[in-house]
Each structure stands twice: as C-alpha cells, then as structure tokens.
C-alpha cells in the first residue's frame, strides 16, 4: 500500500476483532513508525503506553466514557506529550551529535533555545499536543500500511487515565489510540468538505 493509499483508507475504527490480537514485537513496531514523525528541535517529546492486558483496558474504559473499543482493540495506545520535553533534549540530540548531522554546539544552543521557548506553560502544552498528534497520525497511517485499523480518542478522563496508569505529571495525556484488526460494522470512509471550502492562497481573508 502507498502512502496515499494509506491515507485514503483510513477510518476512524469503532469496532474491534476481539479475537485478533497484536504481539509486543507488533505493538513495538508501530511505535517504532511513530517516532519518525517530526518534532521541534528533534525533541521527540512522545512517549506512548501500551494498553494490552484485558484487566488494564478495563480500567482504561471505565475512564473513556466506557467507549467499548478501548477494551475490545488489541492494543490501545495512551499516547503522552512531555511538557518538559526540553529538559532531555541532550539525550534527544545525541545520537544526531554522533552521527555528525549536528555538533555538540548546536544540540546545546537548541536545548538552550528550546528552554526558552517552552518556559512558558501554554507554550509547553501546545508543543505536547502537537508533537503526540503528530505521533499518534503517524502511528495511524502505519497500522494502515499493515492492514490495522485505528480510532483516535478524545473522549476520555485525563485526571482519570493519569491515575489508573501512574502516568508522571510531566506528560500530558494527548489522545487514546486503540489499535487493532477491524471487525465487520464500521463506518464507510466518511466524506470530506473539498479542498475549495478550506483552502485560501496567500490569505486567510474569507476563510
Ligand atoms: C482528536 C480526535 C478525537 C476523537 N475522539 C473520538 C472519541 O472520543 N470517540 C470516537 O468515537 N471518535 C473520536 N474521534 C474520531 C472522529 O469522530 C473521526 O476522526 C471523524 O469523524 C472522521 O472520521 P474518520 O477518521 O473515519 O475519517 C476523534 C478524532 C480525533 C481526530
């Protein structure tokens, strides 16, 4: 499948083949598509927890609004944003370092700069949100690739989610992702308002 086959096939799931479930060396590898997404600075502020275990995506229903889907998915992914993603920008931008791409100068006046920039709260908050977005659609598209289906969530208790699975304070919960085989009953790939209507060239004015 093409990249743009992918992103044409793509439906938000709500219905999961309970009884096809995805392995840890699966699991590891769509996370290992999502981190190729991009981050400012290379940061790559995402980290991601895998909720596989029957009892776990029980306790992670009872705090998405009972969505049946966070339990019936193979796997359903907490995707996080780390508000302070600048604070590991070192270790971030070490392997860039050893492979010469950037020098340690560089890894060191971005971490600085990055500092600065994501100080302040909502700036930090913003950059969580997007960089899991970014994350999580990059995650999508992959599922897609292998023929998996996928439902991003908003609908959950973020208080709620951070309790049930210890998530540290310095993350903020950005979507639930479950991911798994599609079972029968899902929504035909829904229409999209043209191009036209959400497009303007060079201004914003009449959008
Ligand atoms: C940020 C975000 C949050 C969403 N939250 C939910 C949700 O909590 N429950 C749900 O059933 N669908 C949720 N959706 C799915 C949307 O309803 C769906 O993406 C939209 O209707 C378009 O359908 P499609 O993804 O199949 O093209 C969410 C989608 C996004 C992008």
């Not at 919960?173 to 479950?178: A, E, F, G, T, Y």
């Amino acid at each position: 499948m093409t990249a743009l086959e992918a992103i044409r096939s793509r439906i938000s799931a709500n219905k999961f083949d309970t009884g096809k479930p995805l392995s840890q060396h699966e699991v590891r590898e769509l996370v290992e598509y999502a981190v190729e997404a991009p981050s400012s600075f290379n940061q790559q502020n995402w980290r991601f927890v895998a909720v596989t275990r029957k009892e776990a995506k029980e306790r992670l229903k009872a705090v998405s609004f009972n969505q049946q889907k966070v339990a019936d998915a193979a796997v359903t992914f907490i995707v996080l944003g780390d508000l302070k993603g600048y604070e590991r920008m070192p270790e971030a931008l070490a392997p860039s370092v050893k492979a010469g791409l950037i020098t340690q100068k560089d890894s060191d006046a971005w971490t600085g700069m990055a500092a600065g920039m994501y100080a302040e709260a909502r700036m930090a908050r913003d950059e969580a949100v997007r960089s899991g977005s970014l994350a999580a659609m990059t995650l999508m598209l992959a599922a897609a690739a292998k023929g998996l289906a996928s439902g991003p969530m908003i609908g959950f208790d973020p208080d709620g989610v951070r309790r049930e699975f210890k998530i540290p304070e310095r993350y903020l919960p950005v979507l639930l992702l479950p991911v798994g085989h599609a079972a029968p009953g899902n929504w035909p790939r829904k229409p999209r308002l043209p191009a036209g209507d959400v497009l303007r060239f060079d201004s914003g004015e009449g959008l």
